[in-house]
């Protein structure tokens, strides 16, 4: 597969394979904005990366486009109801005031997450602690990541 781009759809599943030839799947879902979401399982641990899939409520939008967003983002999560996600990456997107955390909200109610990295943030990597300070009870077992700088780097063990 090395070396290898090819197109997605969203909701699809595409039946894959490393260079030794061990499976992998990819579960795509649809963006609430532009692209897909990607659910990879690979020798039994399963990342996800939402990409623009986010509950995009805004204070400026219409009531309409809200519930529209609000009904799409919670039809792709009802996918991911009763999985276990190992490592997942999720918008916390400060722009969104005080809608930041809906998304990440979201995904942990229908998902058992072990640990997840805030995404869209941009450089305002206090969001994560306000997020910490005001939401800690919606993370239960959930390791939230702490970002602190660009460019930082992990090695995590899944």
């Avoid at 909701?11 to 992998?24: H, N, Q, T, V, W």
């Avoid at 039994?44 to 623009?52: L, N, P, S, T």
């Avoid at 943030?121 to 919606?138: D, H, L, T």
Wanted: charged fraction near 30%; aromatic fraction near 10%; proline fraction near 4%.
């Amino acid at each position: 597969m090395s070396g290898t781009v090819f197109h997605v759809e969203p909701g699809k599943e595409y039946d894959l394979a490393d260079g030794s030839g061990r499976p992998i799947r990819l579960t795509t879902l649809k963006s609430t904005d532009e692209g897909v979401a990607c659910l990879l399982d690979y020798l039994g641990k399963r990342i996800y990366h939402a990409g623009d899939l986010n509950h995009w409520v805004w204070k400026e939008e219409p009531e309409e486009y809200n519930k529209a967003m609000t009904e799409a983002y919670r039809k792709q999560m009802h996918r991911l109801e009763g999985l276990v996600i190992d490592l997942a990456f999720v918008p916390l997107d400060p722009r969104q005031e005080e809608y930041y955390s809906m998304g990440l909200e979201g995904l942990l109610k229908k998902a058992r997450v072990k640990r997840v990295f805030p995404m869209h943030f941009g450089r305002n990597f206090w969001v994560i602690g306000q997020y910490r300070e005001e939401r800690a009870g919606s993370l239960g077992e959930t390791v939230l990541m702490e970002i602190r700088q660009a460019g930082q780097v992990w090695e995590i063990d899944l």
